[in-house]
Nanobody, 122 residues
Framework: VQLVESGGGLVQAGGSLTLSCTTS????????IGWFREVPGKEREGVVC????????YYHDSVKGRFTIASDNAKNTVHLQMSSLKSGDTAIYYC????????????????WGQGTPVTVSS
């Protein structure tokens, strides 16, 4: 079972970046997959989520209108398109999956990726 993130990096404020989470080893269609982010000194927070099981989605208020999550079911991959990035979006972004609740938002993910850093320079 794997969740592998890619696409993180350095971007200027106002710019865009797309993160991808490629999964393997479980039934993608039966899961909810989300992105969480973490900065030192703060709790990890759920940012976005998409459920292939029930079609639900979730966006944290801070990213509504700027972030878009989408699934590529043929490739078992979830993409997070981030635009109008702000310095406050700087964090380690983690892909996470939930095959128990299977809906959004994800309360208790049981699968995690290794994380990818996103740095937004002002």
């Amino acid at each position: 079972v794997q969740l592998v993130e890619s696409g993180g990096g350095l971007v200027q404020a106002g710019g865009s970046l797309t993160l991808s989470c490629t999964t393997s080893g479980f039934s993608f269609d039966d899961y909810a997959i989300g992105w969480f982010r973490e900065v030192p000194g703060k709790e990890r927070e759920g940012v976005v989520c998409i459920s292939m099981s029930d079609g639900s989605t979730y966006y944290h208020d801070s990213v509504k209108g700027r972030f878009t999550i989408a699934s590529d079911n043929a490739k078992n991959t979830v993409h997070l398109q981030m635009s109008s990035l702000k310095s406050g979006d700087t964090a380690i972004y983690y892909c996470a999956a939930d095959g128990y609740g299977r809906t959004c938002p994800i309360a208790d993910p049981h699968l995690w990726g290794q994380g990818t850093p996103v740095t937004v320079s002002s």
